[in-house]
């Protein structure tokens, strides 16, 4: 409405009323009526009358033979104009109108269009966010899956490693034995150097054998304190025995190639939930193994520090590496259930939620300290209770 | 808003007929023309109707001329009340100086009129006026019918508005057409004598303003 210069209700002039050929045709029929010509103009002549319509001179209207017939040709043309006039006003305010109501439309469009733009983008971070979600979910199955399967493992390793305990031990004290007896059977034969040769050989293979039933014993002890498949739910653990075999298994995983310095402390026994504790132990030692390998780690000499130290009311945990650290942006998310940043299939994602939970369930805490490209330190913090 | 054009010392107001359909806003114009007359009174033009109803607007120009040589010229306009026409009654409501919003006083039209108030209401404020300063008179026309709202119930319910007392006509007798006319010249005076130093520059008093332009024939003033 603003826009439009020309109200409808300005009062028109004459060249809004009537066509350059229009006023000649009215001033050529009018003169032919008057006894002398006549002429209908804008602006004042002498001797010109004004031509009046609606309060508003729109012309002056000179010659004719009298001031009679000017007037009453004046009158002739006032009454003319009102026909004209009320037609230019409806075309006025219909042109008026059909352009607010078009201006109205477009601003009508132009909203519609915006909040369409804006239900869009809406959508999109919808779908963003279902894609998100969906891969969570994906991701949560497979950690489960395999926690699962690392938790049936776990205890077929700790019912194998039972069940060889019995066979390890005679065949070590059988391979003894033996051993012996070659010794007596040494002195009874001829001394010839090819029996020589022939018992010092046959001395080391009984000694290899026996040292490999002492790493298979070593294992299968490692095993069993690591699942606690023969300890009750709660009880006195040692943490830095739980810890050691944790790290053994641990170095089982990684080719025994991981430099794991050990710095534990002497602690008083901890009541706790051995393996769970072994659980989060092999997470937190794992995780630090993992971030050594990671490929963006440069050629620094990767060490995983174990230490086990102990304050005026409670026991720390430390599981320290110098690998790739934890980026920025994920920090806060690290305790996320079944967030990692490694991809799905290698695992662990559920390690430190499983961790934290587990603190918390044995009323401790735990706290990670992290730098990109320099490295993980995990606390855990177990308290001592008065017993 | 008034429209003042200082090289032909001439000032222009607005006076708007709103209100329902078929609530007699043509019929209070055309009582104003065959009633009123005042120093200068131009013609009144009915444009395109359909059954006598009204489909752009009527128009009656009036004016009188101030001490100064001030040509004051008062614009009277009625909206069609239908309500399918509401962008041209927009259009027509734009820059409008004074309202005489003509109410229907038959119980069954009570809904239009509320219907037409709101509707008043929403244009004024998308053509930037308003109600609240706008000066406005609220006529109930048709009293000459049998079985219409009370007046003491009507000025009752309208009675803590800036409109009350309410203005009653039967614009078809010719009856109440001038007082309306008369308040909203009296509200109007008010609202834009200052601005325009009506009193002091053209010596346009409030009764000169009144009586100037609502001034009627000698024989109908003998009626009145
Ligand atoms: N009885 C009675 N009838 C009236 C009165 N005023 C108007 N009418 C009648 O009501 C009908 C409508 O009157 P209009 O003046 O055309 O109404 P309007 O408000 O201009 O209607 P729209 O142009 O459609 O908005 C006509 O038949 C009038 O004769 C009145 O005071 N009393
Ligand atoms: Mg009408």
Known sequence: ?387 | MPDYQAHDNKLTLKVVFYGPALSGKTTNLMQLHSLLNPERKGELMVLETRDDRTLFFDMLPIGLRGTSGLDLRLKLYTVPGQVQHDSTRKAVLSRADGIVFVADSQPSQQDNNAMAFGNLEENLEKVGLDIDTLPMVVQFNKRDLPGVVEELELQQRWTSTPWAPLMMASALQGNGVIESFRALLDRLYIAISDEFALEHRHGIFRHTFIDGLSACHEADRAKL
């Open chain 1, 1 to 387: 409405m603003r826009l439009i210069v020309r109200n409808f209700e300005d009062d028109p002039t004459l060249q809004d009323l009537l066509s350059v050929d229009q006023l000649e045709r009215l001033n050529r029929t009018l003169s032919s009526l008057c006894q002398a010509p006549v002429t209908i103009a804008e602006q004042k002549t002498t001797g010109a009358i004004p031509v009046e319509f609606n309060l508003e001179t729109v012309a002056w209207l000179s010659g004719g033979h009298s001031p009679e017939e000017r007037s009453a040709a004046s009158e002739l043309v006032s009454f003319l104009m009102m026909f004209v006039a009320k037609y230019r006003l409806a075309a006025n305010l219909h042109h008026d109108t059909t352009e607010a109501s078009y201006a109205e439309l477009q601003r009508q469009n132009d909203a519609l269009k915006t909040s369409e733009a804006r239900y869009r983008a809406l959508s999109d971070q919808l779908q963003q966010k279902v894609d998100e979600q969906v891969s969570v979910i994906q991701q949560t199955q497979q950690e489960l899956y395999e926690s699962a399967r690392l938790r049936s493992v776990g205890q077929l390793a700790a019912g194998v490693a039972h069940e060889i305990n019995n066979p390890i031990g005679f065949i070590s004290s059988n391979l003894r034995v033996a051993r012996d007896y070659i010794d007596d059977l040494k002195d009874s034969l001829p001394a010839t150097p090819d029996h020589e040769e022939l018992f010092r050989d046959f001395h080391d293979l009984l000694s290899e054998s026996m040292d490999g039933t002492r790493r298979i014993a070593s294992i299968v002890a490692d095993l069993k304190t690591f699942s606690s498949i023969d300890q009750a739910d709660y009880t006195m653990c040692n943490l830095n025995d739980l810890l050691r075999s944790s790290s053994h298994l641990v170095q089982t995983e990684h080719g025994h190639q991981l430099d794991i310095i050990e710095r534990l402390n002497e602690l008083p026994p901890v009541a706790g939930h051995p393996s769970r504790l072994s659980q989060t132990f092999f997470n937190l030692l794992n995780n630090a193994a993992q971030a050594l390998s990671d490929k963006d780690f440069g050629d620094r000499k990767g060490r995983i520090l174990m230490q086990t130290q102990m304050g005026t009311d409670s026991i720390q945990v430390i599981v320290q590496d110098n690998g790739c650290g934890i980026p920025d942006d994920c920090r806060a998310r690290v305790f996320d259930a079944f967030y990692t940043t490694r991809p799905v299939g290698s695992g662990t994602g559920l390690g430190l939620t499983v961790a934290r939970d587990t603190a918390h369930a044995h009323g401790g805490d735990l706290t990670i300290n992290s730098r990109q490209g320099a490295g993980t330190r995990v606390t855990l913090t177990l308290p001592i209770k008065a017993r």
